[in-house]
């Protein structure tokens, strides 16, 4: 949630009355009262009067209108289908989206009062911990949360109180733990960090790594006081999956030679709904482990509403066992009659969206889920390969590549494919497109920047982000497209035109009709009252207060 300050309403409201449609208002005569009125275009608020935006209004106003001139403001945004920055659901089957509006005023907090969808819950945990490998042997135990950023506070929190203890029983420090992560990690890892006090170890990502977390360099950061290693499964950047299978294979020496445990928390926020689903796994045509068949693995976390495929509102973690959840941070709570556990960081929200998990994974089953990952990745790999082909572009992302192969050779095209191929063919991934203007295109036409494709292409209502990799190799800028289910064979048709139209219509530009792309955005007022930050001049967005070597990296997600 982006912080926003306060706005002074009358100074804001005082300037507005000097604007031209207020003297245009005086010419038109109005009733005050506004609840009598043919349509909502007759009351007050269509011409004499804003609709209030930092105060309350003294009086109310008709229902219709109201709900009129909001529509017409919101029809300013993009289509959500259409946003390929996301990785966020948008679509959703007529009847899970009946069931959520039938069950949209319950609370996952008040379990008593709604034992079936608490059941569901329970139901949902269990199916998910199966999928990630959970062992017969073992009590895994996890929890519905509002996102994935929840989901990793609370497994990294659970990380830093087992280590604690153990300190402890050792009479040994607590003063200076540690977590190791990739510069490519999400801005959550590192908010779980700053918050819990834990010290960040962020090792920088390279082309050599694939722009993921380096094993490497995580054996040479690892000490006594790491409380674990946050291990991505999808880079939100160019959706690779980091090697858990190798970094549990160091972890696992590393106890040997020195007698410290160090877990693995796998964020799986995209992965974890795409890789169990997929021919081609995390790898090796679905040979290579990233869950809870590594004993190294405590802990994984998962976004339902990312390719779990339910509108935004739901996490989901799970432990592998009981045991790697300390007791004391679970909480007996007595409410509204009744008892329950609870580890969470909130207490009342919606409960719609279990619902909506529970819808997925029954209706859709295994071979439903595994149908539209595989629909999603053979999309993903025809986007990469068309872009390719016009020699225009570099694709960083490799889930189009065969298994093994990461780059190509100066002036290799990739046309490879057949009918019967399936992911397990290429390299593992999530379903993104990460591309870049090709080194030949970029000699060629110096003057073209590459964000003016994103900002062209916004003109069509696309949303393709443009933004810089991270620390250590944030001088290479990437455009990236998630591939999402609504990401239909003739959407895509279309977006690969586009992209080329665009392209083509740069190219025949000349360099003074280019310069208008550059001038700075209109911001709104809510906008230059919310998050401020300086101009730079790397991707797009407004900037920060720091530069972006030391600043925290989003990504987008």
């Given amino acids: 949630m982006s912080l926003a300050r306060h706005v002074d309403p009358d100074s804001i409201i ?6 031209h449609i207020k003297d245009a208002s005086k010419k038109h005569m109005h009733s005050n009262g506004g609840t009598s009125h043919i349509t909502p275009y007759s009351t007050r608020y269509a011409s004499k009067q804003e609709i209030s935006k930092f105060e309350i209004p ?22 959500p289908n259409l946003n390929l920055a996301s990785f966020v659901g948008t679509y959703m089957e007529t009847h899970a989206e009946q069931l959520m509006f039938e069950n949209i005023s319950k609370n996952m907090s008040d379990a008593d009062e709604y034992p079936a969808m608490m059941a569901m819950h329970a139901r949902c945990v269990s199916i998910i911990a199966n999928l990630w490998g959970a062992s017969k042997s073992e009590k895994a135990i996890g929890s519905a949360t509002t996102g994935s950023s929840e989901a990793i506070h609370l497994g990294g929190l659970a990380m830093k109180r087992r280590w604690q203890e153990k300190r402890k029983e050792q009479n040994k420090s607590t003063d200076k733990p540690n977590i190791i992560m990739g ?34 360099l995580v054996k040479e950061n690892i000490d006594e006081n790491t409380i674990g290693v946050f291990v991505i499964l999808g880079s939100t950047y160019t959706g690779h999956y980091e090697p858990v299978e190798e970094i549990s294979a160091i972890l696992d020496w590393y106890e040997t030679e020195t007698g410290i445990d160090i877990p693995i928390h796998v964020d799986a926020a995209s992965g974890g709904f795409v890789a169990p689903f997929t021919h081609a796994g ?7 482990k990233w869950n809870f068949e590594l004993p190294r ?69 295994f071979s439903g889920y595994r149908s539209i990952m595989e629909n ?20 960083v992302s490799d889930i189009h590549r065969k298994e093994g192969v990461h780059a190509l050779a100066e002036g290799e095209v990739n046309f490879q494919g057949s009918d019967d191929e399936t992911s397990s063919d290429y390299n593992a991934g999530l379903p993104v497109v990460a591309f870049r203007f090709s080194d030949e295109f970029k000699k060629e036409f110096p003057h073209i920047k590459q964000e003016n494709i994103s900002n062209l292409l916004r003109a069509k209502q696309y949303i ?17 497209v998630v ?53 730079h001049n790397m991707g797009q967005g407004k900037g920060g207060r720091r530069p972006l070597s030391e600043g925290v990296y989003r990504a987008v997600c």
């Fill in 483 to 535: 591939v999402r289910e609504s990401m239909s064979f003739d959407l895509l048709d279309r977006l690969i035109s586009d992209i080329c139209i665009t392209t083509q219509n740069l190219i025949d530009s000349d360099t003074q009709d280019l310069s208008v792309l550059a001038r700075g955005r209109h911001n709104t007022v809510e906008k230059e009252h919310g998050t401020v930050g300086t101009q």
């Fill in 464 to 480: 393709i982000p443009n933004y810089p990799l991270p620390p250590n190799e944030d001088k290479i800028e990437i455009l990236r």
């Fill in 282 to 288: 995390a790898g090796k045509h679905g040979k290579t």
């Fill in 58 to 79: 003294k009086h109310g106003a008709p229902a219709d209108a109201v709900h009129q001139m909001l529509k017409d403001e919101l029809d300013l945004d993009g289509r």
């Fill in 183 to 216: 510069a490519n990690a999400q801005v959550a890892l590192e908010k779980f960090a700053r918050y819990f006090e834990v010290e960040a170890r962020i090792l920088p990502v390279s082309e050599k790594s694939n722009f993921r977390l380096d094993p490497e």
């Fill in 14 to 19: 005082q300037n507005l009355r000097s604007l």
């Fill in 376 to 395: 999603c990745m053979a999309n993903a790999r025809l986007l990469s390969k068309s872009l390719e082909a016009t020699g225009w572009y570099t694709c």
């Fill in 297 to 365: 693995v405590k802990s994984i976390n998962t976004s339902g509403h990312k390719f779990g495929l339910v509108y935004a509102g739901v996490g989901w973690i799970i432990w592998r066992d009981e045991k790697f959840l300390p007791k004391h941070l679970v909480f007996e709570l007595h409410y509204l009659g009744g008892t329950e556990e609870s580890y969470t960081l909130n207490f009342s929200r919606p409960g719609a969206q279990v619902i909506a998990q529970y819808y997925n994974l029954i209706h859709l089953g």
